[in-house]
T-cell receptor, first 113, second 115 residues
Framework: EPEVTQTPSHQVTQMGQEVILRCVPI?????FYWYRQILGQKVEFLVS????????KSEIFDDQFSVERPDGSNFTLKIRSTKLEDSAMYFC???????????FGSGTRLTVV | GESVGLHLPTLSVQEGDNSIINCAYS??????FIWYKQESGKGPQFIID?????DKRQGQRVTVLLNKTVKHLSLQIAATQPGDSAVYFC??????????????FGRGTQLTVWP
């Protein structure tokens, strides 16, 4: 069964440093998403991406965040200057055209110290 | 905006029993709901969905019931197994007829199955 792959599985970074979280969506999916989950809390939407541009973003997705599809397979989330409150699980997801059948990756646990 | 919420943060059942996980929503215009399962260390996994023109939908060992009168949906798991132990979320899109974009997730119910 096709999977969404995320790397790394764990990332520890110092406050103020930049991090890049990487995702390989399912190959025939065209819609890509990032969500985050702070420990013990809800899964929260960050951003959706289609046709090489952001289609929607949440209030969490401020200027510190950016997404990119640098080639035909990767989808990245960059946090420019990490804060302690950015510590969370970050999930990438992808879906086919117009289909709610999201497939989520296993997530990257980001710890900011 | 988001309107889904779950009733109980934890649920413990004995193996073989049926489990019922509940979710309430506040937006009467909501027309599509999804249940996800999240096992420890993994991402959310789609279980089953239901549209508002249905009251009930069945999958393999799972049934989702939608009561639009009281804005409530439930996930029923038959003959619960240890592998069903996970956090269960209900989720919905933000707008009626929306076909892509953000999902709003409820807070989740931790289901624990004991022998």
């Amino acid at each position: 069964e096709p999977e969404v792959t995320q790397t790394p599985s764990h990332q520890v970074t110092q406050m103020g440093q930049e991090v890049i979280l990487r995702c390989v969506p399912i190959s025939n999916h065209l819609y890509f998403y990032w969500y985050r989950q702070i420990l013990g809390q809800k899964v929260e939407f960050l951003v959706s991406f289609y046709n090489n541009e952001i289609s929607e973003k949440s209030e969490i997705f401020d200027d510190q965040f950016s997404v990119e599809r640098p080639d035909g397979s990767n989808f990245t989330l960059k946090i420019r200057s990490t804060k302690l409150e950015d510590s969370a699980m970050y999930f990438c997801a992808s879906s086919p055209v117009g289909n709610w059948g999201y497939t989520f990756g296993s997530g990257t646990r980001l710890t900011v110290v | 905006g988001e309107s889904v919420g779950l009733h109980l943060p934890t649920l413990s059942v004995q193996e073989g029993d049926n489990s019922i996980i509940n979710c309430a929503y506040s937006n009467s215009a909501s027309d599509y709901f999804i249940w996800y399962k999240q096992e420890s260390g993994k991402g959310p996994q789609f279980i089953i969905d239901i549209r508002s023109n249905m009251d009930k939908r069945q999958g393999q060992r799972v049934t989702v019931l939608l009561n639009k009168t009281v804005k409530h949906l439930s996930l029923q798991i038959a003959a619960t197994q240890p592998g069903d132990s996970a956090v269960y979320f209900c989720a919905e899109p933000p707008a009626r007829g929306s076909t892509l974009g953000r999902l709003y997730f409820g807070r989740g119910t931790q289901l624990t199955v004991w022998p």
